[in-house]
């Protein structure tokens, strides 16, 4: 019932993996915020609507074939899984970059492939395994919430092992609430810090190597129309409906 959101959320995770360092957490976020305008009813969102678990899904298993296209080509990784993969790659005398596609075509397409079968068997094996995996949703908050509050604090902890960290998840968690009350966009606020740093570092990068104009190319171009397309889609389409609606009363 949903073939088109599923190839249109692939889309979107396959362009986004192949960004450089980009990863499979805006694509998630890209791919969601794109159902959500082009449903039919997107105040269902959060509330049950299956969309919002297809779209990101669909768009977190792409991601990772054009994260390994920009691996293999650049030798940037995009996620932690390809990050060791570039390591595993380097260790065996191999270097990615130009030559990976040319010099050794076929273990490059042997890599592709995989990515391709290991989706298809995944695929297989959480269908087989869907209706005791569902079973997770009927457990108990009282149960639930202590073991991820105690999860999500020793890993803010255990990244840099620093107590500054457990606080400051403590203050987000304010922060969320009040953003959620308040019916703010979180996932916005969140992929802002996922993507500030990287868009300040390549911006200061493009500025000096081009200039002002340093979009002014034919992919620039294209990737700046897509976004404008996007995210002016949801409110064009909601005011063409809303004339529709005017003239036929």
Same mark, same amino acid.
């Given at each position: 019932?949903?073939?088109? @959101?599923? *190839?249109?959320? &692939?889309?979107?995770? *396959?362009?986004?993996?192949?960004?450089?360092?980009? #990863?499979?957490?805006?694509?998630?976020?890209?791919?969601?915020?794109?159902? $959500? &305008?082009?449903?039919?009813?997107? $105040?269902?969102? #959060?509330?049950?609507?299956?969309?919002?678990?297809?779209?990101?899904?669909?768009?977190?298993?792409?991601?990772?074939?054009? +994260? @390994?296209?920009?691996?293999?080509?650049? #030798?940037?990784?995009?996620? %932690?899984?390809?990050?060791?993969?570039?390591?595993?790659?380097?260790?065996?005398?191999?270097?990615?970059? %130009?030559?990976?596609?040319? $010099?050794?075509?076929?273990?490059?397409?042997?890599?592709?492939?995989?990515?391709?079968?290991?989706?298809? /068997?995944?695929?297989?094996?959480? *269908?087989?395994?869907?209706?005791?995996?569902? $079973?997770?949703?009927?457990?108990?908050?009282?149960?639930?919430?202590? @073991?991820?509050?105690?999860?999500? @604090?020793?890993?803010?902890?255990?990244?840099?092992?620093?107590?500054?960290?457990?606080?400051?998840?403590?203050?987000?968690?304010?922060?969320?609430?009040?953003?959620?009350?308040? +019916?703010?966009?979180?996932?916005?606020?969140?992929?802002?810090?996922?993507?500030?740093?990287?868009?300040?570092?390549?911006?200061?990068?493009?500025?000096?190597?081009?200039?002002?104009?340093?979009?002014?190319? %034919?992919?620039?171009?294209?990737?700046?129309?897509?976004?404008?397309?996007?995210?002016?889609?949801?409110?064009?389409?909601?005011? /063409? &409906?809303?004339?529709? #609606?005017?003239? &036929?009363?």
């Amino acid at each position: 019932r949903h073939k088109s @959101l599923v *190839f249109r959320c &692939q889309l979107i995770g *396959f362009l986004v993996g192949i960004l450089p360092a980009a #990863g499979p957490t805006p694509a998630a976020f890209m791919a969601y915020a794109h159902a $959500k &305008q082009t449903a039919k009813d997107p $105040k269902t969102f #959060g509330k049950g609507n299956i969309e919002g678990v297809i779209a990101p899904e669909s768009s977190n298993n792409a991601c990772g074939a054009g +994260d @390994l296209l920009t691996t293999l080509a650049l #030798g940037i990784p995009g996620s %932690p899984g390809m990050a060791l993969l570039l390591g595993a790659i380097t260790m065996l005398g191999l270097i990615p970059g %130009p030559e990976m596609l040319t $010099k050794h075509l076929d273990l490059s397409l042997t890599l592709m492939w995989s990515i391709g079968f290991a989706g298809i /068997i995944g695929a297989i094996i959480c *269908f087989l395994a869907a209706p005791s995996l569902s $079973k997770v949703a009927f457990i108990p908050g009282r149960i639930l919430v202590p @073991l991820v509050l105690v999860l999500a @604090l020793a890993g803010a902890f255990a990244y840099h092992k620093e107590f500054n960290d457990v606080i400051m998840t403590v203050v987000f968690v304010g922060v969320g609430f009040v953003m959620r009350r308040y +019916d703010y966009n979180r996932a916005a606020l969140l992929l802002g810090f996922v993507l500030g740093y990287m868009f300040e570092k390549y911006l200061f990068i493009a500025l000096k190597a081009e200039g002002p104009l340093f979009f002014m190319r %034919p992919i620039s171009l294209t990737l700046i129309a897509i976004i404008i397309f996007v995210v002016a889609y949801g409110p064009v389409k909601a005011a /063409i &409906q809303r004339r529709r #609606g005017v003239s &036929q009363a």
